[in-house]
């Protein structure tokens, strides 16, 4: 296999990345999505506050240019993300408690029927628990109570029954932190009270010599609830410049996960979040730091390129 899409594929495994609409006519970025991936997640454009920008008001157009782009390549499309408290359209906020469960099933409903059919998987719900396992207080949780996410996965079924549904968060990879435990507990009464569920993603967004030792064992012990594992936001940041000594661990880290998905047959997809520096959002949100993906500011592809290539059954 000489792509990351060709050896993820002889293991059954989709290899995706975050693509940017407006990036898309660019190369060699787009030449590399096009020829080095077989999944895509758009990486703002699914999002409420491009979607319904005022309500009831839908925008659809910048997803639909990444939906048709990914079917002319034959790609798979992750649907990112239907109800999040960020990137969320500021009118929400204004709505009255008492409409908030309407407003949040009316737009699960109007956005995952635009898309039906077309789409792999859903992040139905996005980062809702703090790092202490408590809920994030947001205007759904505010508003609704704890069984907003219940409510949003029945929503979602309801709207499109052929699209599995997945719950997404950051920090979670660790099996022993109150977060991680705190989403295991959610899902597993969701298996047992037949709310539907279908996959837990773990974002993964990394730091340089810091992925978790269990990350495998957390896949399984998720996947042993009965859903699908998906590594859906990969990157593994450092300083920059980067040193060489980072990029080697780097390389060792990237091979690290694929191993760990490798190892747990219910992984089926890691997507990493971006293609290369240009496009990557951590030297914007984190200052000073940077080189999280597989290719570097040129789009030249980075020693953590080929030891994932590698560790993915490909050469
Ligand atoms: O579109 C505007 C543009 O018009 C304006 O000129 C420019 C100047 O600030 O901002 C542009 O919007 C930016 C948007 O990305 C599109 O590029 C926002 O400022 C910026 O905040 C936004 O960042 C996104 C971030 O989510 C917001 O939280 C990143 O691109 C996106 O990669 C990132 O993705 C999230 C996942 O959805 C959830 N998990 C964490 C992950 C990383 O933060």
């Known amino acids: 296999a000489s792509s990351l899409a060709q050896a993820g594929a002889a293991s059954g495994r989709t290899i995706g990345a975050a693509i940017a609409a407006n990036l898309l006519g660019n190369n060699p970025y787009t030449t590399i999505v096009q020829t080095q991936f077989d999944g895509v997640t758009p990486g703002n454009e699914m999002k409420w506050q491009t979607t319904e920008p005022s309500q009831g008001s839908f925008n659809f157009g910048p997803a639909d240019q990444i939906v048709s782009f990914?079917?002319?390549?034959?790609?798979?499309?992750?649907?990112?993300?239907?109800?999040?408290?960020?990137?969320?359209?500021?009118?929400?906020?204004?709505?009255?408690?008492?409409?908030?469960?309407?407003?949040?099933?009316?737009?699960?409903?109007?956005?995952?029927?635009?898309?039906?059919?077309?789409?792999?998987?859903?992040?139905?719900?996005?980062?809702?628990?703090?790092?202490?396992?408590?809920?994030?207080?947001?205007?759904?949780?505010?508003?609704?109570?704890?069984?907003?996410?219940?409510?949003?996965?029945?929503?979602?079924?309801?709207?499109?029954?052929?699209?599995?549904?997945?719950?997404?968060?950051?920090?979670?990879?660790?099996?022993?932190?109150?977060?991680?435990?705190?989403?295991?507990?959610?899902?597993?009464?969701?298996?047992?009270?037949?709310?539907?569920?279908?996959?837990?993603?773990?974002?993964?967004?990394?730091?340089?010599?810091?992925?978790?030792?269990?990350?495998?064992?957390?896949?399984?012990?998720?996947?042993?609830?009965?859903?699908?594992v998906q590594i859906t936001e990969l990157d593994d940041r450092m300083p920059t410049p980067a040193s060489s000594a980072n990029l080697n661990q780097q390389a060792t880290d990237y091979a690290n996960v694929a191993k760990a998905c490798l190892g747990v047959s219910r992984c089926n997809d890691i997507t990493t979040w971006g293609v290369g520096e240009p496009d990557s959002w951590v030297p914007g949100t984190f200052s000073g730091q940077g080189q999280a993906l597989l290719y570097d500011s040129n789009y030249q592809p980075k020693p953590a390129y080929t030891s994932f290539l590698n560790a993915l059954g490909g050469s």
């Open 70 to 228: 990914a079917q002319s390549h034959n790609m798979k499309i992750r649907g990112h993300t239907l109800v999040w408290y960020n990137q969320l359209a500021g009118w929400v906020n204004n709505v009255p408690a008492s409409q908030i469960l309407s407003v949040m099933n009316n737009h699960i409903t109007a956005e995952m029927t635009h898309f039906k059919g077309n789409i792999w998987y859903w992040d139905v719900v996005n980062e809702a628990f703090n790092e202490d396992g408590t809920r994030r207080s947001d205007i759904f949780q505010n508003d609704i109570g704890n069984a907003y996410i219940a409510d949003a996965f029945t929503t979602a079924r309801a709207a499109d029954p052929n699209a599995k549904l997945c719950y997404n968060d950051y920090n979670i990879e660790d099996m022993n932190s109150a977060k991680s435990q705190a989403v295991y507990s959610m899902v597993q009464s969701f298996k047992a009270s037949g709310v539907p569920i279908d996959c837990v993603g773990f974002q993964s967004h990394f730091i340089v010599g810091q992925v978790p030792a269990d990350f495998q064992a957390t896949l399984q012990k998720f996947a042993n609830l009965g859903i699908d």
